[in-house]
């Protein structure tokens, strides 16, 4: 069966760095979306993305964040400036298309900022 | 974006029928109702959707009355893998930017 898949599992990062979650979305998938997690808290929407470009945004995707779909596999986040309140789960998640509704999430990467 | 509320957590034992109920009184016309189950240091799984009436797949149903102000996931005769957050959610599916807006969830327990 068909995956998203996310690397790395952990990153470890100093508070000020630059930081790049990658992500595999399942091949044929066309909407892409980026959520976080706090530990022990709810899921968060970030940004999904269409077409090559941004969709929608919450209000956490500010200028520090930014997405990319490079190739025609992967689709990253990066994070400029790493602050202590970014250490979360970052999840991906793909969406086949309009009519599909299901979307399907990765297994996560869990950024600690130190 | 309609807003929805489910208890925080429940617990239920082996074997037996778990319903777990979901309100959105704000939803839309063209939201649908989805339901995903979450196991620690996991991504979100979807379990089914719906829009109105009675779902039913492999592993759960979905009941929804008549006025969508609410919604009830049953899962038939739990083990303890079932163990996880349910979270309820409402969102127009067939948007382009259709976004999910997570609530708390409900922690499911169950217990042998």
């Known amino acids: 069966e068909p995956e998203v898949t996310q690397t790395p599992s952990h990153q470890v990062t100093q508070m000020g760095q630059e930081v790049i979650l990658r992500c595999v979305p399942i091949?044929?998938?066309?909407?892409f979306y980026w959520y976080r997690q706090i530990l022990g808290q709810k899921v968060e929407f970030l940004v999904s993305?269409?077409?090559?470009?941004?969709?929608?945004k919450s209000e956490i995707f500010d200028d520090q964040f930014s997405v990319e779909r490079p190739d025609g596999s992967n689709f990253t986040l990066k994070i400029r400036s790493t602050k202590l309140e970014d250490s979360a789960m970052y999840f991906c998640?793909?969406?086949?298309?309009?009519?599909?509704?299901?979307?399907?999430f990765g297994p996560g990467t869990r950024l600690t900022v130190l | 974006l309609a807003k929805t509320t489910q208890p925080i957590s429940m617990d239920s034992y082996e074997g037996q029928e778990v319903n777990i109920t979901c309100s959105h009184n704000?939803?839309?016309?063209?939201?649908?109702i989805t339901w995903y189950q979450q196991f620690p240091s996991q991504g979100p799984r979807f379990i089914i959707q719906?829009?109105?009436?009675?779902v039913t797949n492999e592993v759960a149903s979905l009941f929804i009355p008549a006025d969508r102000k609410s919604s009830t996931l049953s899962l038939p005769r739990v083990s303890l893998s079932d163990t996880a957050v349910y979270y309820c959610?409402?969102?127009?599916?067939?948007?382009?930017?259709?976004?999910?807006?997570w609530g708390a969830g409900t922690k499911l327990i169950i217990k042998p």
């Open positions: 959610l409402v969102g127009a599916a067939m948007d382009s930017n259709y976004q999910l807006i």
């Open positions: 091949s044929n998938h066309l909407y």
């Open positions: 993305f269409y077409n090559n470009e941004i969709s929608e």
């Open positions: 998640a793909s969406k086949a298309g309009v009519v599909e509704n299901e979307q399907f």
């Open positions: 704000n939803i839309a016309t063209n939201d649908y």
């Open positions: 719906g829009y109105k009436t009675k």
